[in-house]
């Protein structure tokens, strides 16, 4: 069933002043959308939410622990919201660990009983941790496994039962990893989760895509944020992550943020099933930059 979705739109560039370069204003694609988001209360997950309510949706804000986190959050899609022109929106924080499945059937009801419908899910509540790939921590594979991967299936599984039940459509974006394609070692159970992920990705969206339903999803590469502490607060670090990245420098969640706001919006009407890597090419193998090989 196609999407009853509100046009989109228009998108209208102010005129630059006298002195001043010109900047064009955030559009306001996702008026009228409702959108949960996992793991939002810091790094990627806060900066979509933000820029989801920059653009004009009302969005629910998931998180486990860390409430005075998730409160700054909060206030951060609060405020998004008004500088944007959008005025108060009744954004919420759910909090709820994606592994149990009664939490995400509880933090599901909360949602819509909140908001009353949901038309866009975001997968992104997820964690690393180092696994060797010949020594068996059964506990850390599965906690892993169960965040990343079988948590963001829990949560398609009921937001497609909700869209179908709407029969309005929706859409899903998952965070994925250039390690959806690129081994990560000393990471299996990471590794494990976003290939199965973008499996994930490409099966729902083949089996829903005649009823209005799009899934696609979003690969990072190095981004400045907490996840990668280890080295975005040292300089040599941070110099030697670089190194690697062709475009010579890490991303930033803003960065991310703007191509789950394209992938959730009537821009991307024709796309599902597909994955976008934000990674600053990490993914064209750039120690073949130089012909060594032939």
Not at 179 to 197: A, C, D, E, M, R
Not at 232 to 256: F, N, Q
Not at 264 to 270: G, H, L, Q, R, V
């Amino acid at each position: 069933m196609p999407s009853t979705h509100r046009p989109l739109e228009p998108i209208c560039f102010a005129s630059p002043r006298a002195g001043h370069s010109a900047m064009p204003p955030m559009p306001s694609r996702l008026v009228g959308r409702f959108a949960l988001i996992t793991g939002a209360s810091s790094g990627i997950g806060r900066s979509v939410a933000e820029r989801f309510a920059a653009e004009g949706a009302t969005v629910a804000l998931n998180y486990v622990g860390h409430e005075g986190a998730a409160d700054e959050a909060l206030a951060a899609a609060s405020a998004a919201s008004a500088e944007a022109g959008h005025g108060p929106k009744d954004h919420i924080a759910v909090a709820a660990d994606v592994s149990n499945l009664l939490a995400v059937e509880a933090m599901f009801h909360t949602v819509l009983g909140t908001f009353g419908r949901l038309d866009i899910l975001i997968n992104n509540a997820g964690i690393q941790k180092q696994l060797a790939s010949d020594r068996l921590d059964a506990a850390i594979l599965d906690e892993v496994l169960r965040v990343n991967l079988v948590g963001a299936a829990y949560c398609a599984q009921l937001a497609i039962a909700h869209f179908l039940s709407q029969q309005r459509g929706g859409v899903i974006v998952s965070t994925s990893s250039v390690h959806q394609i690129i081994p990560k070692p000393g990471y299996l159970g990471y590794s494990l989760s976003k290939g199965g992920l973008g499996n994930l990705t490409r099966t729902l969206a083949l089996e829903f895509a005649d009823r209005g339903i799009r899934v696609n999803a979003v690969a990072p590469g190095a981004i400045l944020t907490a996840m990668n502490d280890g080295w975005r607060h040292d300089e040599r670090a941070k110099a030697a992550v670089e190194r690697h990245i062709p475009m010579g420098r890490a991303g930033r969640p803003e960065e991310m943020a703007a191509i789950f706001a394209f992938l959730a919006s009537d821009d991307a009407s024709y796309i599902t099933g597909q994955t976008i890597y934000g990674c600053g090419g990490l993914t064209l193998y750039g120690d073949f930059k130089q012909n060594w090989a032939s």
